[in-house]
């Protein structure tokens, strides 16, 4: 694609990075294909040639109005594009872009939207304002939006988080959102790795990883975010007491192993811990032999699960099929998923912020996870277990929350 990109950002870095992933794009339109909201809206520009379209067209002219921010607040970023797209086109860098040069050139948004989203940013990225939050929202939860009521289901309690003292050490992320919405998730990987000689640490309210300031398009937030919390891990890192890093929600350790980009020119923190990142499939995956034995005998008390990939595995993280091997390993019965490679509609603050396209992709989701009847669903990520938690008649929980139930002889 050829572009002349107007002086206001021309020979600037990220003028230089647009243009370099413009150029990949041929036009072909394979992205359409597997863009959820192309497929839901139906409309060029809701999909990601459009959007591309749109972005260089907004840096040849340095103009920009509400349609372009419009069409660029309504994608995903799921990168089901990048998936498709046979030239390697980065859309998710460029949309990043895109959507900080429209907020510095459209006009202003409207008071009310530019307060809720400065407060999902400032409640939900620290982890003990945003408990509170999620409990004050359940005193009022019958007379709260749709899209936020959903997301407020009853939590399964964490369980006991293992008092082992084991030589092998590993950190895991607490997060911002995780604690407050699916805090049996790690106390599962806790008690799971227990059982095999490991301690998992989590240091209470380490915070959030910049994702969700980052798509909000507050890069210097994300930024101050993401080194609040190497911050927090390295000091016993440094130390060579840990082994790894565990990242139990998908969505941040996508964002998390993309530091190199938030960090332009490098930061000496997040090449120290970058090496260490690992998501449970990959740790599970090493640890099979040692985990396996712990296993009811195949065939006892099989259990059938439908697994939800997210986006941020399967395209960002591009982890496909791993997951689903172990737990068919584990000895569950993996229903049949349609579309599996669509977005369940929650991606981050997407759903607060667009929730009529959320609830309508979410509600296509559940009815293509129920579909095999399953006794439950599996997915990786909080935002995603959240999210269809609030549609699905099933119970959905992280996948190593089944798997440390199916260990333990729980199902």
Same mark, same amino acid.
């Given at each position: ?13 990220? =003028? ?5 992933? +413009?150029?990949? /794009?041929?036009? #072909?339109?394979? !992205?359409?294909? $597997? &863009? @959820? ?27 920009? =109005? ?5 069409? +660029?607040?309504? /994608?995903?970023? #799921?990168?089901? !594009?990048?998936? $498709? &797209? @046979? ?325």
């Amino acid at each position: 694609m050829q572009t002349e990109l107007a002086g206001f950002i021309r020979g600037t870095a990220r =003028g230089d990075e647009a243009e370099a992933i +413009l150029r990949k /794009c041929v036009h #072909c339109g394979f !992205c359409t294909a $597997t &863009c @959820p909201t192309y497929q839901l809206l139906g409309d060029e520009l809701d999909g990601p040639r459009g959007r591309i379209y749109l972005i260089k067209q907004m840096l040849e002219t340095g103009k920009a =109005g509400e349609h372009t921010k419009l069409h +660029l607040d309504r /994608c995903l970023t #799921c990168r089901s !594009c990048e998936t $498709t &797209c @046979p030239s390697g086109v980065e859309y998710a860098h460029l949309l990043d872009i895109g959507r900080a040069v429209v907020d510095e050139l459209a006009p202003k948004r409207p008071l009310m939207e530019r307060a809720w989203r400065q407060a999902i940013a400032s409640y939900v990225s620290k982890p003990r304002y945003f408990r509170r939050a999620v409990g004050l929202a359940r005193v009022f939860k019958p007379i709260l939006p749709r899209s936020l009521s959903d997301k407020l289901v009853a939590i399964p309690t964490a369980g006991a988080w293992p008092k082992g003292r084991h030589a092998r050490k590993w950190l895991v992320l607490g997060g911002c959102a995780q604690p407050a919405l699916t805090p049996g998730v790690n106390a599962a990987a806790a008690r799971l790795l227990d059982r095999i000689g490991i301690e998992l640490i989590e240091i209470r309210d380490d915070g959030c990883c910049g994702a969700l300031r980052f798509h909000l398009d507050d890069h210097d937030g994300a930024r101050s975010d993401a080194n609040a919390l190497l911050a927090r891990w390295l000091p016993q890192i440094d130390r060579g007491e840990i082994e790894g890093v565990l990242v139990n929600a998908s969505g941040c350790l996508s964002f998390m192993r993309d530091y190199r980009h938030l960090f332009v020119g490098g930061s000496g923190q997040c090449e120290r811990v970058l090496p260490l990142l690992h998501d449970p499939s990959e740790l599970v995956a090493r640890l099979w032999q040692e985990i396996e034995p712990l296993l009811p005998a195949p065939g006892t008390n099989t259990t059938r699960l439908a697994f939800h990939s997210p986006c941020t595995l399967q395209h960002g993280l591009r982890i496909r099929g791993k997951v689903e091997q172990l737990l068919t390993r584990a000895g569950f019965v993996l229903t049949p998923v349609e579309d599996g490679h669509l977005c369940c509609g929650s991606a981050g603050a997407y759903s607060l912020l667009q929730p009529t396209i959320s609830l309508q992709l979410r509600d296509n989701k559940v009815r293509a996870l129920e579909n095999g009847e399953p006794a439950g669903i599996a997915s990786a990520n909080v935002g995603c277990i959240a999210h269809l938690a609030g549609g699905a008649d099933k119970p959905v929980r992280h996948w190593v929350e089944w798997l440390e139930a199916r260990v333990a002889g729980a199902c």
